[in-house]
Protein backbone atom coordinates (compact mmCIF):
# COMPACT_ATOMS: atom_id res chain seq x y z
CA UNK A 1 0.00 0.00 0.00
CA UNK A 2 1.28 3.33 -0.98
CA UNK A 3 1.96 5.96 2.17
CA UNK A 4 -0.49 8.48 0.00
CA UNK A 5 -3.35 5.49 0.28
CA UNK A 6 -2.51 4.59 3.94
CA UNK A 7 -3.16 8.11 4.59
CA UNK A 8 -6.43 8.51 3.06
CA UNK A 9 -7.61 5.51 4.96
CA UNK A 10 -6.36 6.52 8.54
CA UNK A 11 -9.01 9.69 7.23
CA UNK A 12 -11.47 7.96 6.10
CA UNK A 13 -11.60 5.50 9.30
CA UNK A 14 -12.21 8.95 11.38
CA UNK A 15 -15.31 9.55 8.74
CA UNK A 16 -15.96 5.56 8.76
CA UNK A 17 -16.43 6.17 12.72
CA UNK A 18 -19.49 9.04 12.11
CA UNK A 19 -20.91 7.97 8.38
CA UNK A 20 -24.29 9.74 9.59
CA UNK A 21 -22.47 12.86 10.62
CA UNK A 22 -20.03 12.95 8.06
CA UNK A 23 -22.22 13.10 5.18
CA UNK A 24 -24.99 15.10 7.01
CA UNK A 25 -21.62 17.36 7.26
CA UNK A 26 -20.58 17.29 4.02
CA UNK A 27 -24.24 17.91 2.16
CA UNK A 28 -24.33 21.05 4.95
CA UNK A 29 -21.59 22.65 3.98
CA UNK A 30 -21.58 22.25 -0.20
CA UNK A 31 -25.50 23.57 0.08
CA UNK A 32 -24.53 26.18 2.21
CA UNK A 33 -21.56 27.47 -0.18
CA UNK A 34 -23.93 26.63 -3.62
CA UNK A 35 -27.41 27.07 -2.20
CA UNK A 36 -28.31 25.83 -6.30
CA UNK A 37 -26.92 22.55 -6.04
CA UNK A 38 -29.63 21.40 -3.83
CA UNK A 39 -32.08 21.07 -6.34
CA UNK A 40 -30.36 18.39 -8.51
CA UNK A 41 -31.11 16.28 -5.29
CA UNK A 42 -34.30 14.12 -4.57
CA UNK A 43 -36.48 15.96 -1.73
CA UNK A 44 -35.57 13.22 1.21
CA UNK A 45 -31.71 13.01 1.14
CA UNK A 46 -31.25 9.87 3.63
CA UNK A 47 -30.92 7.56 0.39
CA UNK A 48 -28.19 10.00 -0.97
CA UNK A 49 -26.24 10.38 2.16
CA UNK A 50 -25.83 6.36 1.98
CA UNK A 51 -24.88 6.37 -1.66
CA UNK A 52 -22.93 9.45 -0.90
CA UNK A 53 -20.58 7.36 1.56
CA UNK A 54 -21.02 4.06 -0.15
CA UNK A 55 -18.63 5.83 -2.92
CA UNK A 56 -16.60 7.11 -1.16
CA UNK A 57 -15.63 4.35 0.38
CA UNK A 58 -15.50 2.14 -2.30
CA UNK A 59 -13.15 4.95 -4.22
CA UNK A 60 -10.80 4.63 -0.89
CA UNK A 61 -10.74 1.21 -0.90
CA UNK A 62 -9.99 0.38 -4.33
CA UNK A 63 -6.77 3.07 -4.88
CA UNK A 64 -4.49 0.32 -5.09
CA UNK A 65 -6.55 -1.18 -7.76
CA UNK A 66 -6.59 1.27 -10.89
CA UNK A 67 -8.47 -0.76 -13.29
CA UNK A 68 -11.42 -0.90 -10.41
CA UNK A 69 -11.65 2.27 -9.28
CA UNK A 70 -11.46 3.60 -13.26
CA UNK A 71 -14.82 1.56 -13.59
CA UNK A 72 -15.90 2.68 -11.04
CA UNK A 73 -15.68 6.29 -10.98
CA UNK A 74 -16.50 5.93 -14.73
CA UNK A 75 -20.14 4.53 -14.16
CA UNK A 76 -20.50 6.80 -11.63
CA UNK A 77 -19.95 9.94 -13.81
CA UNK A 78 -21.86 8.37 -16.49
CA UNK A 79 -24.47 8.35 -13.60
CA UNK A 80 -24.85 11.58 -12.35
CA UNK A 81 -25.48 13.03 -16.21
CA UNK A 82 -29.79 11.99 -15.03
CA UNK A 83 -29.25 14.35 -12.28
CA UNK A 84 -27.62 17.27 -13.73
CA UNK A 85 -24.37 17.60 -12.53
CA UNK A 86 -21.82 19.21 -14.76
CA UNK A 87 -17.73 19.85 -14.51
CA UNK A 88 -18.12 23.29 -13.03
CA UNK A 89 -20.47 21.84 -9.90
CA UNK A 90 -17.09 19.45 -8.79
CA UNK A 91 -14.92 22.31 -7.07
CA UNK A 92 -17.85 22.57 -4.84
CA UNK A 93 -17.71 19.31 -3.70
CA UNK A 94 -13.90 19.28 -3.29
CA UNK A 95 -13.93 22.00 -1.10
CA UNK A 96 -16.84 20.41 0.57
CA UNK A 97 -14.94 17.27 1.14
CA UNK A 98 -11.74 18.88 2.47
CA UNK A 99 -13.60 20.79 4.98
CA UNK A 100 -15.54 17.64 6.30
CA UNK A 101 -12.09 15.64 6.63
CA UNK A 102 -10.86 18.54 8.70
CA UNK A 103 -13.52 18.68 10.92
CA UNK A 104 -13.88 14.47 11.50
CA UNK A 105 -10.01 13.58 11.02
CA UNK A 106 -8.64 16.62 12.85
CA UNK A 107 -6.28 14.74 14.69
CA UNK A 108 -4.68 13.12 11.73
CA UNK A 109 -5.20 15.97 9.09
CA UNK A 110 -1.61 17.29 8.07
CA UNK A 111 -0.33 19.13 5.22
CA UNK A 112 0.63 15.56 3.75
CA UNK A 113 -2.85 14.15 4.51
CA UNK A 114 -4.55 17.38 2.65
CA UNK A 115 -2.29 17.21 -0.40
CA UNK A 116 -3.04 13.35 -0.46
CA UNK A 117 -7.14 13.81 -0.25
CA UNK A 118 -6.45 16.71 -3.09
CA UNK A 119 -4.88 14.70 -5.69
CA UNK A 120 -7.15 11.45 -4.91
CA UNK A 121 -10.68 13.29 -5.43
CA UNK A 122 -8.90 15.89 -8.76
CA UNK A 123 -7.77 12.68 -9.85
CA UNK A 124 -11.15 10.86 -9.88
CA UNK A 125 -13.10 13.97 -10.71
CA UNK A 126 -11.47 13.97 -14.02
CA UNK A 127 -12.02 10.11 -14.47
CA UNK A 128 -15.93 10.82 -13.74
CA UNK A 129 -15.91 14.11 -15.96
CA UNK A 130 -13.87 12.26 -19.04
CA UNK A 131 -16.49 9.12 -18.69
CA UNK A 132 -19.74 11.62 -18.34
CA UNK A 133 -18.19 13.75 -21.41
CA UNK A 134 -17.60 10.92 -23.70
CA UNK A 135 -21.03 9.28 -22.71
CA UNK A 136 -22.54 12.61 -23.66
CA UNK A 137 -21.41 12.57 -27.12
CA UNK A 138 -23.04 9.47 -27.82
CA UNK A 139 -26.16 9.70 -25.36
CA UNK A 140 -28.57 12.14 -24.13
CA UNK A 141 -28.62 11.83 -20.06
CA UNK A 142 -32.42 10.65 -20.13
CA UNK A 143 -34.74 9.03 -22.54
CA UNK A 144 -38.32 10.19 -22.29
CA UNK A 145 -40.86 7.24 -22.38
CA UNK A 146 -44.94 6.90 -23.28
CA UNK A 147 -46.33 4.20 -21.12
CA UNK A 148 -48.20 2.45 -23.32
CA UNK A 149 -49.06 -0.48 -20.98
CA UNK A 150 -50.18 -0.95 -17.61
CA UNK A 151 -51.45 -4.37 -16.88
CA UNK A 152 -51.78 -4.82 -12.91
CA UNK A 153 -50.99 -8.97 -12.44
CA UNK A 154 -52.00 -8.14 -8.43
CA UNK A 155 -52.79 -5.82 -6.01
CA UNK A 156 -49.02 -4.87 -5.70
CA UNK A 157 -47.65 -5.65 -9.16
CA UNK A 158 -47.98 -4.28 -12.49
CA UNK A 159 -46.31 -5.05 -16.05
CA UNK A 160 -45.69 -1.97 -17.86
CA UNK A 161 -45.18 -1.30 -21.38
CA UNK A 162 -42.99 1.56 -22.42
CA UNK A 163 -41.97 2.99 -25.48
CA UNK A 164 -39.23 5.99 -25.62
CA UNK A 165 -39.51 8.66 -27.70
CA UNK A 166 -36.05 8.15 -29.33
CA UNK A 167 -34.37 4.58 -29.46
CA UNK A 168 -32.76 3.83 -26.21
CA UNK A 169 -30.42 1.22 -27.02
CA UNK A 170 -29.71 -2.75 -24.34
CA UNK A 171 -28.57 -5.57 -24.16
CA UNK A 172 -30.70 -8.90 -22.94
CA UNK A 173 -30.36 -8.73 -19.00
CA UNK A 174 -29.85 -5.34 -18.69
CA UNK A 175 -31.66 -2.74 -16.56
CA UNK A 176 -32.50 0.92 -16.76
CA UNK A 177 -33.24 3.55 -14.01
CA UNK A 178 -36.56 5.27 -14.00
CA UNK A 179 -37.85 9.16 -12.71
CA UNK A 180 -41.52 9.30 -12.42
CA UNK A 181 -43.60 12.47 -12.12
CA UNK A 182 -44.93 12.02 -8.90
CA UNK A 183 -41.14 11.76 -7.76
CA UNK A 184 -39.13 14.44 -9.29
CA UNK A 185 -35.24 13.55 -8.77
CA UNK A 186 -36.01 9.96 -7.90
CA UNK A 187 -34.35 7.64 -9.74
CA UNK A 188 -34.96 3.63 -8.56
CA UNK A 189 -33.67 0.78 -11.34
CA UNK A 190 -35.80 -1.48 -13.41
CA UNK A 191 -34.70 -5.03 -15.01
CA UNK A 192 -35.71 -4.58 -18.53
CA UNK A 193 -38.16 -7.70 -19.16
CA UNK A 194 -37.71 -8.31 -22.90
CA UNK A 195 -35.16 -8.42 -25.49
CA UNK A 196 -34.96 -5.46 -28.15
CA UNK A 197 -37.84 -5.33 -30.38
CA UNK A 198 -38.52 -3.63 -33.46
CA UNK A 199 -40.87 -1.02 -31.88
CA UNK A 200 -38.44 -0.19 -29.31
CA UNK A 201 -40.43 -0.89 -26.58
CA UNK A 202 -39.44 -2.33 -23.26
CA UNK A 203 -41.45 -3.67 -20.59
CA UNK A 204 -40.85 -3.48 -16.96
CA UNK A 205 -42.30 -5.50 -13.61
CA UNK A 206 -43.15 -3.98 -10.90
CA UNK A 207 -43.48 -4.93 -7.58
CA UNK A 208 -45.16 -2.15 -5.37
CA UNK A 209 -43.09 -2.05 -2.21
CA UNK A 210 -44.68 -1.22 1.43
CA UNK A 211 -44.11 2.68 1.49
CA UNK A 212 -42.20 2.24 -1.46
CA UNK A 213 -42.20 6.23 -3.45
CA UNK A 214 -41.50 4.95 -7.41
CA UNK A 215 -42.34 1.21 -7.19
CA UNK A 216 -45.94 2.72 -5.82
CA UNK A 217 -46.12 5.30 -8.26
CA UNK A 218 -45.62 2.53 -10.98
CA UNK A 219 -47.98 0.61 -9.92
CA UNK A 220 -51.45 2.52 -8.30
CA UNK A 221 -50.69 5.87 -10.01
CA UNK A 222 -50.02 5.34 -13.88
CA UNK A 223 -51.44 4.99 -16.51
CA UNK A 224 -51.00 4.43 -20.28
CA UNK A 225 -50.77 8.27 -22.07
CA UNK A 226 -48.41 8.91 -18.43
CA UNK A 227 -44.81 9.49 -19.25
CA UNK A 228 -41.67 8.95 -17.35
CA UNK A 229 -37.88 9.35 -17.59
CA UNK A 230 -35.75 6.81 -18.53
CA UNK A 231 -31.41 6.38 -17.47
CA UNK A 232 -29.38 4.86 -20.04
CA UNK A 233 -29.54 0.59 -19.73
CA UNK A 234 -26.80 -0.81 -17.57
CA UNK A 235 -25.54 -4.16 -15.65
CA UNK A 236 -23.25 -5.97 -16.82
CA UNK A 237 -25.74 -9.52 -16.56
CA UNK A 238 -25.09 -9.61 -20.17
CA UNK A 239 -24.55 -13.08 -22.57
CA UNK A 240 -20.94 -13.70 -23.68
CA UNK A 241 -20.85 -11.97 -27.39
CA UNK A 242 -20.95 -15.09 -29.65
CA UNK A 243 -21.30 -18.15 -27.05
CA UNK A 244 -23.47 -20.51 -27.99
CA UNK A 245 -23.67 -22.40 -24.20
CA UNK A 246 -27.27 -23.49 -23.07
CA UNK A 247 -28.61 -21.24 -20.10
CA UNK A 248 -29.44 -21.94 -16.98
CA UNK A 249 -31.86 -18.46 -15.93
CA UNK A 250 -33.31 -18.73 -12.25
CA UNK A 251 -35.14 -15.68 -11.53
CA UNK A 252 -37.57 -15.39 -8.29
CA UNK A 253 -40.59 -13.02 -8.08
CA UNK A 254 -39.72 -9.99 -10.14
CA UNK A 255 -36.02 -11.45 -10.63
CA UNK A 256 -38.32 -13.11 -13.42
CA UNK A 257 -37.73 -9.79 -15.61
CA UNK A 258 -34.00 -9.67 -16.63
CA UNK A 259 -34.11 -13.92 -16.84
CA UNK A 260 -37.73 -12.97 -19.56
CA UNK A 261 -35.48 -10.95 -21.58
CA UNK A 262 -32.57 -13.30 -21.87
CA UNK A 263 -34.83 -16.15 -22.76
CA UNK A 264 -36.34 -14.87 -25.36
CA UNK A 265 -33.20 -13.42 -26.92
CA UNK A 266 -31.35 -16.96 -26.60
CA UNK A 267 -33.74 -19.06 -27.26
CA UNK A 268 -34.50 -17.52 -30.58
CA UNK A 269 -31.11 -18.32 -31.96
CA UNK A 270 -31.74 -21.75 -31.23
CA UNK A 271 -30.10 -22.07 -28.00
CA UNK A 272 -30.63 -24.42 -25.28
CA UNK A 273 -32.59 -22.33 -22.13
CA UNK A 274 -33.55 -24.02 -19.14
CA UNK A 275 -35.75 -21.43 -17.29
CA UNK A 276 -36.49 -21.79 -13.02
CA UNK A 277 -39.39 -19.18 -11.91
CA UNK A 278 -40.05 -19.14 -8.01
CA UNK A 279 -42.33 -17.65 -6.14
CA UNK A 280 -44.34 -18.36 -2.61
CA UNK A 281 -47.94 -19.28 -4.35
CA UNK A 282 -49.57 -19.77 -7.78
CA UNK A 283 -50.58 -15.99 -7.75
CA UNK A 284 -46.81 -14.89 -7.41
CA UNK A 285 -46.63 -16.66 -11.11
CA UNK A 286 -47.92 -13.77 -12.57
CA UNK A 287 -46.40 -13.89 -15.94
CA UNK A 288 -46.42 -17.93 -16.54
CA UNK A 289 -48.81 -17.75 -19.42
CA UNK A 290 -46.69 -15.27 -21.51
CA UNK A 291 -44.16 -17.82 -20.84
CA UNK A 292 -46.19 -20.62 -22.30
CA UNK A 293 -46.69 -19.06 -24.95
CA UNK A 294 -43.02 -18.27 -25.73
CA UNK A 295 -41.95 -21.99 -24.68
CA UNK A 296 -44.42 -23.64 -27.25
CA UNK A 297 -42.78 -20.73 -29.86
CA UNK A 298 -38.82 -22.14 -29.05
CA UNK A 299 -38.32 -25.73 -29.28
CA UNK A 300 -35.36 -25.30 -27.01
CA UNK A 301 -36.91 -23.37 -23.99
CA UNK A 302 -38.13 -25.40 -20.99
CA UNK A 303 -39.60 -23.38 -18.00
CA UNK A 304 -40.44 -24.89 -14.69
CA UNK A 305 -42.42 -22.73 -11.85
CA UNK A 306 -41.33 -23.47 -8.57
CA UNK A 307 -43.63 -22.70 -5.58
CA UNK A 308 -42.13 -22.35 -2.27
CA UNK A 309 -45.49 -22.21 -0.42
CA UNK A 310 -47.59 -24.22 -2.03
CA UNK A 311 -48.42 -27.42 -3.82
CA UNK A 312 -46.15 -27.89 -7.04
CA UNK A 313 -48.14 -26.42 -10.53
CA UNK A 314 -48.30 -28.00 -13.08
CA UNK A 315 -45.09 -29.16 -15.03
CA UNK A 316 -43.54 -27.31 -11.81
CA UNK A 317 -42.14 -28.16 -8.66
CA UNK A 318 -42.50 -27.63 -5.07
CA UNK A 319 -39.73 -26.01 -2.58
CA UNK A 320 -37.44 -23.17 -2.44
CA UNK A 321 -35.17 -22.64 -5.44
CA UNK A 322 -31.47 -23.50 -4.08
CA UNK A 323 -32.79 -26.85 -2.38
CA UNK A 324 -34.38 -28.23 -5.39
CA UNK A 325 -31.75 -27.16 -7.61
CA UNK A 326 -29.54 -30.41 -7.30
CA UNK A 327 -32.51 -33.03 -8.04
CA UNK A 328 -33.74 -30.32 -10.87
CA UNK A 329 -30.29 -30.43 -12.49
CA UNK A 330 -30.05 -34.66 -12.43
CA UNK A 331 -32.77 -33.93 -14.71
CA UNK A 332 -30.67 -31.52 -17.30
CA UNK A 333 -28.56 -33.13 -19.71
CA UNK A 334 -25.11 -32.03 -19.90
CA UNK A 335 -25.78 -28.99 -17.43
CA UNK A 336 -22.27 -27.98 -15.96
CA UNK A 337 -21.99 -26.87 -19.80
CA UNK A 338 -24.21 -24.20 -19.33
CA UNK A 339 -23.73 -20.43 -18.20
CA UNK A 340 -25.92 -20.27 -15.06
CA UNK A 341 -27.79 -16.41 -14.57
CA UNK A 342 -29.52 -15.53 -11.12
CA UNK A 343 -32.15 -12.81 -10.04
CA UNK A 344 -34.60 -11.91 -7.36
CA UNK A 345 -34.68 -11.59 -3.45
CA UNK A 346 -30.94 -11.28 -2.37
CA UNK A 347 -31.32 -14.36 0.24
CA UNK A 348 -32.78 -16.25 -3.06
CA UNK A 349 -29.40 -14.92 -5.55
CA UNK A 350 -27.07 -15.37 -2.63
CA UNK A 351 -28.23 -19.53 -1.52
CA UNK A 352 -28.54 -19.88 -5.37
CA UNK A 353 -24.81 -18.90 -6.49
CA UNK A 354 -23.52 -20.92 -3.27
CA UNK A 355 -25.63 -24.48 -4.31
CA UNK A 356 -24.57 -23.81 -8.11
CA UNK A 357 -20.90 -23.76 -6.91
CA UNK A 358 -21.55 -26.71 -4.24
CA UNK A 359 -22.80 -28.76 -7.59
CA UNK A 360 -19.69 -27.97 -9.49
CA UNK A 361 -20.39 -24.47 -11.38
CA UNK A 362 -17.32 -21.86 -11.45
CA UNK A 363 -18.12 -18.66 -10.30
CA UNK A 364 -16.99 -17.60 -13.53
CA UNK A 365 -20.06 -19.32 -15.02
CA UNK A 366 -22.43 -17.69 -12.77
CA UNK A 367 -24.23 -13.77 -13.47
CA UNK A 368 -26.17 -12.27 -10.72
CA UNK A 369 -26.44 -8.29 -10.62
CA UNK A 370 -27.53 -8.01 -7.37
CA UNK A 371 -29.66 -5.26 -7.47
CA UNK A 372 -30.85 -4.41 -3.91
CA UNK A 373 -34.78 -4.17 -3.23
CA UNK A 374 -35.31 -0.61 -3.35
CA UNK A 375 -38.61 1.76 -3.35
N1 LIG B 1 -31.58 -7.71 -11.87
C1 LIG B 1 -31.90 -8.11 -10.63
O1 LIG B 1 -31.04 -8.55 -9.87
C2 LIG B 1 -33.31 -8.00 -10.19
C3 LIG B 1 -33.62 -8.14 -8.86
N2 LIG B 1 -34.92 -8.03 -8.45
C4 LIG B 1 -35.17 -8.17 -7.01
O2 LIG B 1 -35.94 -9.35 -6.83
C5 LIG B 1 -36.75 -9.20 -5.70
C6 LIG B 1 -38.12 -9.72 -6.07
O3 LIG B 1 -39.01 -9.52 -5.03
P1 LIG B 1 -40.44 -10.19 -4.99
O4 LIG B 1 -41.03 -10.18 -6.36
O5 LIG B 1 -41.18 -9.52 -3.89
O6 LIG B 1 -40.08 -11.70 -4.60
P2 LIG B 1 -40.77 -12.62 -3.48
O7 LIG B 1 -40.52 -12.08 -2.12
O8 LIG B 1 -42.17 -12.88 -3.92
O9 LIG B 1 -39.89 -13.97 -3.58
C7 LIG B 1 -39.83 -14.75 -4.76
C8 LIG B 1 -39.33 -16.14 -4.42
O10 LIG B 1 -38.02 -16.07 -3.82
C9 LIG B 1 -37.99 -16.96 -2.70
N3 LIG B 1 -37.01 -16.63 -1.67
C10 LIG B 1 -36.91 -15.49 -0.95
N4 LIG B 1 -35.90 -15.58 -0.07
C11 LIG B 1 -35.35 -16.82 -0.23
C12 LIG B 1 -34.27 -17.52 0.39
N5 LIG B 1 -33.55 -16.98 1.37
N6 LIG B 1 -34.01 -18.77 -0.04
C13 LIG B 1 -34.74 -19.32 -1.00
N7 LIG B 1 -35.77 -18.74 -1.62
C14 LIG B 1 -36.08 -17.49 -1.24
C15 LIG B 1 -39.38 -16.84 -2.15
O11 LIG B 1 -39.62 -17.96 -1.33
P3 LIG B 1 -40.29 -17.77 0.12
O12 LIG B 1 -41.55 -16.99 -0.12
O13 LIG B 1 -40.53 -19.16 0.56
O14 LIG B 1 -39.33 -17.02 0.95
C16 LIG B 1 -40.24 -16.88 -3.41
O15 LIG B 1 -40.44 -18.19 -3.84
C17 LIG B 1 -36.71 -7.75 -5.29
O16 LIG B 1 -35.87 -7.65 -4.18
C18 LIG B 1 -36.06 -7.06 -6.48
O17 LIG B 1 -35.29 -5.94 -6.11
C19 LIG B 1 -35.94 -7.86 -9.32
C20 LIG B 1 -35.67 -7.71 -10.66
C21 LIG B 1 -34.34 -7.76 -11.19
Known amino acids: MSPETRTLKECFARLDADPAGATGYFYGRLFAREPRLRALFPPAMGPQHDRFFQALTRIVWSQDNPAELASHLGRLGRDHRRYGVLREHYPAVETALLATLRTF ?166 RDVRLLVGARTEDGLYDLPALRRLESACARLRVTP ?34 AYVAGPVPLVRRTVTALQRQGLSLTRIHHDLLAAEN
Open 105 to 270: AADVWTPEAEAAWTAAYRSAAATMIAAAERDAAAHPPWWVAGITGHDRRAHDLAVLTLRPERALPFLPGQYVSVQTARWPRVWRPYSIANAPRPDGTLRLHVRARPAGWVSGALVRHCAPGDTVLLGPATGTMTLAPGSTRGLLLIGGGTGLAPMKALAEHAAASG
Open 306 to 339: VLSGAPAPPGGLHGRIPDILPGYLDGVPDWQDHD
